[in-house]
């Protein structure tokens, strides 16, 4: 009897034991037994896929679409990187590739693709190719209908590895061979540096990215503007998407005493979570300075603007910033793999953060928008002006961004400024400098006649929803009564080719203008070239040269103005 009892009090104790483990892990593990649960499902889902499914599908394609759209439910930046993958994953962290240092473009009439643009002093440009070269065969394979991807990885390679590039050059009529060996291609983190106003000596610098060491490139640029009499600075950093978090610390460092936090990251796990401070000894504390932003303006950039806001030390001139404050770091994978994860979100200097888009509480449908203005919070800069978060780097001089005509899109699509560009260049063997070269009267009668006869059709959405509106009101009984009016508005909408090319003539020049002197002069010409007529630069060497405008900007709110 007794036997029986322990035995009957053993299995008793075993069963609750169970049944608390099964509920308790039901309760307080809920998380974890869906996790499983679900990646059991999927497991189970490509076995049955790959045994049913009535045609065979590719593992690598169908499972690499199911993990991309999942990190794209989470935010755009969390990204998967398959070994194959790994040279872009490290052309973003280091700004470098193997390969022979060109842009290139597919052109859907030519079916392939076309060198768009070779970079100075990079094999492309060494070996003599051109823009507009047509891109024919690579070790003997035909590129005809490859995309610019699957071309791009064929030119892409080990460093001081070569291969054979057939190309065809317009205005050339047998095909041209080139022999060229790929290097590490590095493009310049400041493409361009200079006194831009000598006798004020105000200096500028165009930091381009924040991949690679760009730290150290704009200290030797900045000495060397120091050296030939820079009073104050211009930092240009419009359209510069980011990189690496401590390499805009380390530029903040250069004109903000040591000790200073610029950047606290906050995530869920301890490691996530970091203060960034000055460690060394500044270059210049005293300097004025004008920070250039614009829309394209995110992430790294957006720590270097808004912490010397915050510190009261540059004045922010252009457009709201992007928005990303957001941090990525690399996780290793199996099999070669990459994960880029976000693990935090950045608060610069005043505490505020400024995430544009709140990924986590999507709308209905899946959509996410920016946070309302009136959701966002109000910080202080370090003598006490008004900073506010959710929504990119506020400019302290709005300079709005210039808005290009339509007909430059439609243009630009189908290459007629591109063409256009080639065939000048192989007529003029020689231009100008980048600051003075602009294109003649003559040249520009000659291109409205190669638009005008190349059949070009541009922005028809007016007509697409006039089409609409005739279809909705005879719908509803009214063609009658209105059929005189959208006609008569259809004719006001009708465009004119020739009055638009002369109406925008000044717009479309300037883009004209632009891609010859890149042909020329390369990245350093262009952005030479775009700044003899900026708004931005313009407001801020105004700025500049008012020094008690300046310090007022920066200086404490009035206080016995507030209510």
């Known amino acids: 009897?007794?036997?029986?009892?322990?035995?009957?009090?053993?299995?008793?104790?075993?069963?609750?034991?169970?049944?608390?483990?099964?509920?308790?892990?039901?309760?307080?593990?809920?998380?974890?037994?869906?996790?499983?649960?679900?990646?059991d499902v999927f497991n189970s889902i490509v076995k049955e896929?790959?045994?049913?499914?009535?045609?065979?599908?590719?593992?690598?394609?169908?499972?690499?679409?199911?993990?991309d759209n999942m990190l794209y439910s989470l935010d755009p930046y969390t990204n998967y990187f398959p070994e194959e993958d790994q040279s872009e994953l490290?052309?973003?962290?280091?700004?470098a590739y193997g390969g022979i240092g060109s842009a290139i473009m597919y052109d859907s009439k030519l079916k392939r693709s076309v060198i768009s643009e070779p970079?100075?002093?990079?094999?492309?440009?060494?070996?003599?190719?051109?823009?507009?070269?047509?891109?024919?065969?690579?070790?003997?394979?035909?590129?005809?209908g490859k995309n610019n991807q699957e071309v791009s990885e064929m030119l892409r390679g080990e460093n001081g590895t070569s291969f054979k590039l057939e190309i065809q050059r317009p205005g050339v009529k047998k095909p041209l061979d080139f022999t060229i060996m790929r290097k590490l291609v590095q493009l310049p983190t400041i493409p361009y540096f200079a006194i831009v106003d000598k006798e004020k000596g105000v200096g500028y610098i165009n930091l381009s990215t924040f991949s690679g060491d760009p730290s150290k490139d704009f200290k030797t640029d900045f000495l060397q503007l120091e050296a030939e009499g820079m009073k104050s600075l211009v930092i240009d950093i419009r359209s510069n998407g980011g990189g690496l978090l401590d390499q805009a610390v380390n530029i903040v460092n250069f004109f903000v005493p040591r000790g200073k936090t610029i950047v606290t990251t906050k995530g869920k796990i301890p490691q996530a979570c970091?203060?960034?401070?000055?460690?060394?000894?500044?270059?210049?504390?005293?300097?004025?300075?004008?920070?250039l932003v614009n829309s394209g303006t995110a992430s790294s950039s957006e720590i270097l603007s808004g912490s010397l806001q915050d510190l009261d030390r540059a004045v922010i001139v252009g457009t709201r910033t992007f928005g990303k404050g957001l941090v990525q770091v690399p996780r290793p994978l199996p099999y070669g793999g990459t994960l880029k994860v976000t693990t935090s979100k950045y608060y610069i200097p005043s505490g505020r953060c400024v995430q544009a888009i709140d990924y986590a509480h999507r709308n209905d449908?899946?959509?996410?928008?920016?946070?309302?203005?009136?959701?966002?919070?109000?910080?202080?800069?370090?003598?006490?002006?008004?900073?506010?978060?959710?929504?990119?780097?506020?400019?302290?001089?709005?300079?709005?961004?210039?808005?290009?005509?339509?007909?430059?899109?439609?243009?630009?699509?189908?290459?007629l400024i591109f063409n256009y560009a080639t065939d000048f260049c192989e007529k003029h063997p020689v231009i100008t400098t980048p600051d003075k070269f602009c294109i003649s009267d003559a040249d520009y009668a000659a291109f409205k006649a190669m638009v005008k006869s190349s059949n070009f059709k541009y922005d028809e959405q007016s007509k697409k929803i006039l089409k609409s509106l005739r279809e909705a009101v005879e719908f509803?009984?009214?063609?009658?009564?209105?059929?005189g009016e959208i006609d008569l508005l259809e004719k006001q909408l009708t465009h004119n080719l020739d009055r638009d090319l002369n109406y925008f003539k000044k717009d479309i020049e300037s883009v004209i203008n632009l891609e010859i002197v890149k042909r020329y002069y390369y990245q350093r010409g262009g952005i030479i070239q775009q700044l003899t007529n900026d708004k931005g630069l313009k407001s801020a060497i105004d700025i500049l040269n008012n020094p008690a405008k300046y310090k007022k900007m920066l200086g404490a709110p009035n206080v016995s103005n507030k209510i």
Do not use: C, W
């Open 90 to 95: 490290q052309q973003m962290i280091q700004g």
């Open 274 to 291: 970091n203060v960034y401070k000055t460690l060394r000894d500044p270059l210049d504390v005293e300097i004025p300075i004008v920070v």
């Open 1 to 39: 009897m007794k036997k029986f009892i322990n035995r009957r009090s053993v299995v008793i104790i075993v069963v609750l034991l169970a049944t608390s483990a099964f509920f308790g892990f039901k309760k307080m593990d809920n998380r974890n037994f869906q996790i499983a649960k679900n990646l």
């Open 49 to 67: 896929l790959d045994m049913f499914y009535v045609d065979s599908i590719d593992p690598n394609k169908t499972i690499r679409a199911g993990i």
């Open 119 to 144: 970079y100075e002093d990079m094999p492309a440009a060494k070996a003599g190719l051109k823009v507009g070269d047509i891109l024919m065969k690579i070790d003997g394979k035909d590129l005809v």
């Open 365 to 415: 449908d899946g959509s996410v928008g920016r946070i309302p203005d009136s959701l966002t919070h109000v910080f202080h800069t370090a003598v006490g002006r008004v900073v506010r978060d959710g929504g990119g780097i506020t400019p302290d001089v709005k300079v709005p961004s210039e808005k290009l005509p339509n007909i430059i899109y439609y243009m630009m699509r189908d290459n």
């Open 476 to 483: 509803e009984g009214y063609k009658k009564e209105t059929s």
